[in-house]
């Protein structure tokens, strides 16, 4: 196989690719007006548009719309080779927003090129992936490298938690067929020096709560000490989940037995890289990392229960807050789940918390969504071995594998649909990758050698 070059990346790729950085695309959640506002449906034909460009021997290229729903398109690509099953290969398109002030010189709507990193929001998560796998498939073809059918499917919702997938999936279902194997684009690299292979990702739960005691805010000198404080109550519900000492999640049904291998893993992983999780994070002060050991800070990432606290409303700056007693106090929490906890089990038993023994009888209001985690199922032999190719061919070494802390739903729910098929879950946001973050960045040479090694796999997956 003659590998693809940064030089074949940057002449099919990067032009496009930086095109696709300055569009404005953000996931419904983050644009409520994403339809009017077109962004979604400018960026999906943007890709559309170069993966007709692709000289395949027998393809198809398609933007499905649902009503009320964000597009999704489909890259249909013919087999080469013998065989009825099909390849899926997945990726995103929507985009998180700009969140903070980008360094000097850097816009998250205005690609830079800096050496070999690209940076904009959006093209390592998960702009890169409708390239990478069809710049795949294309050499493949030039080749004469066999494939079986492949469907290259780029949805535009997935910052939001993916909730048009499901909808798309049942659309899509006979087009799918037999789906036998599946590569997701979307997930994480410890390093830029091998082929790294998720086996594990954490779901989610988003709870919402909203503490109500007065109608309007009162001052607080005719208040305070007669109507219960809104963040006291709050608190009381806080103390219900989390312990504020350690920040251990109380609820015991939101814990599992974390595998041994899994453990032995971490070790592995510590013992090679050192405190790894820590890389990059700009502690303030003498501020600590949690966990007891590197070890133990790899499974708090990808195995524990975990809450952050990522909204607030009811809450005036200081620069504005009066001397008022406020009626109420709303709080948005992501939990985190491990990855073979049942999410719809875990909103059951958050509710149960929340919904008794209301502090002092406020009324209390909570909104719950979750989505499930995942947990790779038991590799097959064939992939054991295209997998170490994979790395060898491309990167010169071994692959590693490693769980991750976020969440990628498409996972769970194609493994829910075809229990019997075979995942690779890869990606390119390593180090200074910064996904969700400010100087979002793609490093260009490990999304050439991602790329080869979808070559490698889906080629192994055609001769199997």
């Not at 080749?143 to 909808?167: K, M, N, T, Y």
Request: a negative charge.
């Amino acid at each position: 196989m003659k590998k693809l070059s940064l030089e074949d990346f940057d002449r099919h790729v990067t032009p496009t690719l930086s095109a696709y950085g300055s569009i404005e695309c953000l996931s419904p959640l983050f644009d409520e007006n994403w339809e009017s506002n077109g962004h979604i449906d400018r960026a999906m034909e943007l890709l559309a548009n170069w993966a007709r460009e692709r000289t395949f021997a027998n393809a198809t290229v398609e933007i499905h719309r649902l009503p009320g729903r964000t597009p999704l398109m489909t890259v249909t690509v013919e087999a080469t080779g013998p065989g009825t099953s099909t390849a899926v290969l997945y990726g995103h398109m929507d985009k998180q927003p700009p969140l903070g002030d980008w360094s000097e010189g850097l816009a998250p709507f205005s690609p830079v090129r800096r050496g070999d990193r690209l940076y904009a929001r959006g093209v390592a998560d998960d702009g890169y992936s409708t390239f990478s796998a069809l710049l795949a498939l294309e050499a493949m073809e030039a080749q004469g490298i066999a494939h079986s059918r492949c469907v290259v499917l780029i949805e535009a919702s997935e910052e939001s938690g993916s909730p048009d997938l499901e909808a798309y999936m049942d659309h899509l279902a006979d087009h799918l067929g037999d789906v036998d194997f599946m590569i997701c684009l979307d997930s994480g690299a410890i390093t830029y020096d091998r082929l790294w292979v998720t086996t594990s990702l954490r779901g989610g739960l988003t709870l919402d709560v909203t503490v109500r005691v007065v109608e309007n805010g009162i001052h607080s000198g005719m208040a305070s000490g007669v109507v219960p404080s809104s963040f006291r109550v709050l608190r009381q519900f806080l103390d219900r989940l989390e312990d504020a000492t350690t920040g251990e999640i109380l609820i015991k049904d939101l814990h599992v037995t974390i595998p041994d291998d899994v453990r032995e893993n971490a070790e592995a992983l510590a013992s090679e890289f050192g405190d790894l999780t820590v890389e990059g994070m700009a502690f303030v002060g003498q501020t600590k990392p949690m966990g007891s050991s590197a070890a133990e800070r790899i499974l708090r990432k990808t195995w524990y229960p975990t809450v952050s606290y990522i909204g607030i409303d009811g809450v005036p700056s200081i620069a504005n807050g009066g001397n008022v007693l406020r009626p109420y106090t709303a709080l948005a929490m992501s939990l985190r789940l491990p990855p073979t906890l049942d999410c719809e089990e875990a909103v059951r038993s958050v509710k149960a918390y929340f919904d008794t023994n209301l502090p002092d009888e406020a009324d209390v209001q909570i909104a719950v969504n979750a989505f499930q985690g995942w947990q790779a199922p038991d590799t097959e032999p064939w992939l054991v071995s295209a997998l170490a190719e994979a790395s060898q061919e491309a990167f010169g070494r071994s692959p590693g594998f490693t769980g991750e802390g976020g969440s990628i739903p498409f996972l769970a729910s194609l493994g829910k649909r075809y229990p019997k098929v075979q995942f690779v879950a890869t990606g390119v946001l390593g180090p200074d990758s910064n996904a969700h973050g400010i100087d979002e960045m793609l490093d260009l040479p490990m999304a050439v050698n991602v790329t080869n090694s979808v070559i490698t796999l889906l080629s192994a997956h055609a001769n199997k």
